[in-house]
């Protein structure tokens, strides 16, 4: 089993962790500042779908400007599938 651990700051989790956990990081606050593989892996999974719902709901909304209900065509007039495609 991989035991490899991540340290935060160096690893550039410290973002992603505050505000998928809204917890904030210090480090003179003398816990420890890694994350094993596991949950490195599942916070980037999680920061991928908070990108993805904030940048969707943009463009959800962009497209709203035009037109009254959300369907399919104008998301992908709108290259919302080649968006979808590109953030997988
Ligand atoms: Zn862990």
Redesign the pocket.
């Given at each position: 089993m991989d035991r490899k651990l991540y340290h935060i700051i160096d690893y550039k989790l410290d973002l992603p962790y505050q505000q998928i956990t809204g917890l904030m990081i210090s480090e003179e606050d003398d816990l420890p500042q890694k994350?094993?593989w596991?949950?490195t892996h599942r916070l980037i999974s999680c920061q991928r779908f908070r990108n993805k719902a904030i940048m969707s709901q943009g463009l959800m909304t962009d497209v709203l400007e035009t037109e009254k209900h959300i369907s399919v065509r104008p998301l992908l007039r709108n290259d919302f599938s080649l968006f979808l495609n590109s953030i997988k």
């Open positions: 994350l094993c596991e949950c």
